[in-house]
């Protein structure tokens, strides 16, 4: 018999899941902004890498006080928190006066980033049904690749405008004309308006309320982390979320415009559009089946696709092959097809579940906190891996980390579909 999911649960896992819209803005707008930044204010590589990734400094301190502060706080408040923030960095962004101003705003829009990418999967979660708690949880990644496509959009739309407005210095504004990139980082402002408001219609986690009657600090969840399974969690949980970044997820989300400039394609936003497109149906698709299929079987035919994708593209870079540009636009697609399918889905969906309901928050943050430093540092490594290890050379990197990270999912990380939180708490007891 086919177990029912209440309309009001669906409610509460989207309304937490627009967060994800946020994320997906926040960190994709930047691809379209970072020629015309590094021009007006005549940024170095160094310079260029600092812009792209002075957000993610910003991501690493907000994942460092999320889990603790959502323990405390709540999990509703916790999202208000990164709901403003956003909305303060949209805007400052939209009217700096300077490049200094510039990466404050952002570094400040990265801290709302950190915050909602720990709070919102875990909030999901536990409001979740065992059942489909893979589905709900991935909403959030859905989201995530909807705000991605938005913000490609809204660059690919701009820029256009500030096309045919160049003609003519008196039409537009200098934030969708000579300065557009202020729009694209402004237009945020609008579906976080939406994220705003609609918190304050749902209520705080069960699972929270129910941890908070029984503890009033944190100092328990600091002590629990001493516990030998708990601990191996931790560091499993980890090592997924840096090694999955270093697979060439966010590489092609910061600097896709720029490999496909490099590839030789006359419109790279537009074709960033289509990554933006696949990304986000693949996601339907893995919503879908991730509680049917499991988690570790997307893993292995996603990954499987991604390493062979990666192969083919660093093969187009190569001097001596001469491929057309069809070749690598279609194993470009395939792969983020797979990526979609199998690690982006996954890696929110199992660390928002993997860790025991005492220790969840707080073990969110420390596998947050190494998500985001494996995003800074590909943040500031791409540009420097694309000139000194070439393309081809930084897409066979790409491919040989995804070994590792097969290694543990196999080694380690438990089969969680359709277990209950309190079950899977169980498998890690073995450590101890």
């Given at each position: 018999m086919t177990q029912k999911v209440s309309a009001k649960v669906v409610f509460i896992a989207i309304v937490a899941a627009l967060g994800g819209i946020l994320f997906g803005y926040d960190t994709a707008v930047i691809s379209g902004t970072t020629e015309i930044v590094k021009t007006q204010f005549g940024l170095s590589t160094g310079g260029e890498g600092w812009y792209v990734g002075c957000a993610l400094i910003g991501s690493i301190a907000g994942v460092l006080i999320a889990g603790m502060l959502s323990d405390f706080l709540g999990r509703k408040k916790t999202m208000l928190i990164s709901a403003l923030l956003f909305s303060v960095s949209a805007i400052g962004c939209a009217v700096c006066g300077n490049f200094t101003q510039l990466v404050i705003y952002r570094i400040i829009g990265?801290?709302?980033i950190g915050i909602v990418s720990i709070v919102s999967p875990v909030y999901i979660s536990e409001v979740s049904p065992a059942h489909v708690r893979g589905t709900m949880v991935s909403l959030y990644q859905l989201f995530i690749t909807?705000?991605?496509l938005l913000a490609y959009l809204m660059n690919f739309l701009i820029l256009k405008q500030a096309a045919l407005d160049s003609a003519d210095p008196q039409l537009?504004?200098?934030m969708f004309n000579n300065e557009y990139w202020r729009g694209m980082l402004g237009c945020e402002a609008?579906?976080?308006l939406l994220f705003l408001l609609l918190i304050f219609f749902i209520p705080e986690s069960p699972r929270w309320l129910e941890v908070r009657g029984q503890r009033q600090d944190n100092?328990?969840?600091?002590?629990?982390m001493r516990e030998k399974g708990i601990l191996v969690a931790v560091l499993v949980g980890s090592a997924i979320a840096i090694l999955g970044q270093f697979m060439g997820v966010n590489a092609v989300l910061y600097y896709g415009p720029k490999i496909f400039a490099d590839a030789g394609f006359e419109d790279p936003l537009f074709s960033t559009v289509l990554v933006g497109v696949v990304n986000m149906l693949t996601t339907v698709i893995a919503l879908a089946i991730i509680d049917k299929v499991g988690r570790k079987q997307l893993v292995w035919w996603g990954v499987g696709g991604m390493?062979?994708?990666l192969l083919m593209i660093g093969l187009y870079f190569l001097p001596f092959t001469h491929l057309p540009n069809w070749f690598m636009l279609t194993f470009f697609l395939l792969y983020v097809f797979c990526t979609a399918i199998s690690i982006s889905a996954v890696v929110f969906v199992l660390l928002s579940e993997m860790y025991p309901n005492r220790v969840r928050g707080l073990a969110m943050s420390i596998a947050g906190l190494a998500l985001w430093v494996g995003t800074y540092l590909i943040g500031q490594l791409t540009p420097w891996m694309?000139?000194?290890?070439?393309?081809?050379?930084?897409?066979?990197?790409?491919a040989f980390m995804c070994l590792p990270y097969l290694?543990?999912?196999?080694k380690y990380v438990p089969d969680t579909t359709g277990k209950t939180l309190e079950e899977i708490e169980q498998y890690w007891k073995k450590y101890d």
């Amino acid at each position: 018999m086919t177990q029912k999911v209440s309309a009001k649960v669906v409610f509460i896992a989207i309304v937490a899941a627009l967060g994800g819209i946020l994320f997906g803005y926040d960190t994709a707008v930047i691809s379209g902004t970072t020629e015309i930044v590094k021009t007006q204010f005549g940024l170095s590589t160094g310079g260029e890498g600092w812009y792209v990734g002075c957000a993610l400094i910003g991501s690493i301190a907000g994942v460092l006080i999320a889990g603790m502060l959502s323990d405390f706080l709540g999990r509703k408040k916790t999202m208000l928190i990164s709901a403003l923030l956003f909305s303060v960095s949209a805007i400052g962004c939209a009217v700096c006066g300077n490049f200094t101003q510039l990466v404050i705003y952002r570094i400040i829009g990265g801290f709302g980033i950190g915050i909602v990418s720990i709070v919102s999967p875990v909030y999901i979660s536990e409001v979740s049904p065992a059942h489909v708690r893979g589905t709900m949880v991935s909403l959030y990644q859905l989201f995530i690749t909807i705000g991605f496509l938005l913000a490609y959009l809204m660059n690919f739309l701009i820029l256009k405008q500030a096309a045919l407005d160049s003609a003519d210095p008196q039409l537009g504004t200098r934030m969708f004309n000579n300065e557009y990139w202020r729009g694209m980082l402004g237009c945020e402002a609008i579906p976080d308006l939406l994220f705003l408001l609609l918190i304050f219609f749902i209520p705080e986690s069960p699972r929270w309320l129910e941890v908070r009657g029984q503890r009033q600090d944190n100092s328990e969840a600091w002590k629990a982390m001493r516990e030998k399974g708990i601990l191996v969690a931790v560091l499993v949980g980890s090592a997924i979320a840096i090694l999955g970044q270093f697979m060439g997820v966010n590489a092609v989300l910061y600097y896709g415009p720029k490999i496909f400039a490099d590839a030789g394609f006359e419109d790279p936003l537009f074709s960033t559009v289509l990554v933006g497109v696949v990304n986000m149906l693949t996601t339907v698709i893995a919503l879908a089946i991730i509680d049917k299929v499991g988690r570790k079987q997307l893993v292995w035919w996603g990954v499987g696709g991604m390493i062979v994708c990666l192969l083919m593209i660093g093969l187009y870079f190569l001097p001596f092959t001469h491929l057309p540009n069809w070749f690598m636009l279609t194993f470009f697609l395939l792969y983020v097809f797979c990526t979609a399918i199998s690690i982006s889905a996954v890696v929110f969906v199992l660390l928002s579940e993997m860790y025991p309901n005492r220790v969840r928050g707080l073990a969110m943050s420390i596998a947050g906190l190494a998500l985001w430093v494996g995003t800074y540092l590909i943040g500031q490594l791409t540009p420097w891996m694309l000139e000194n290890l070439t393309p081809a050379g930084t897409f066979f990197l790409f491919a040989f980390m995804c070994l590792p990270y097969l290694w543990i999912m196999y080694k380690y990380v438990p089969d969680t579909t359709g277990k209950t939180l309190e079950e899977i708490e169980q498998y890690w007891k073995k450590y101890d």
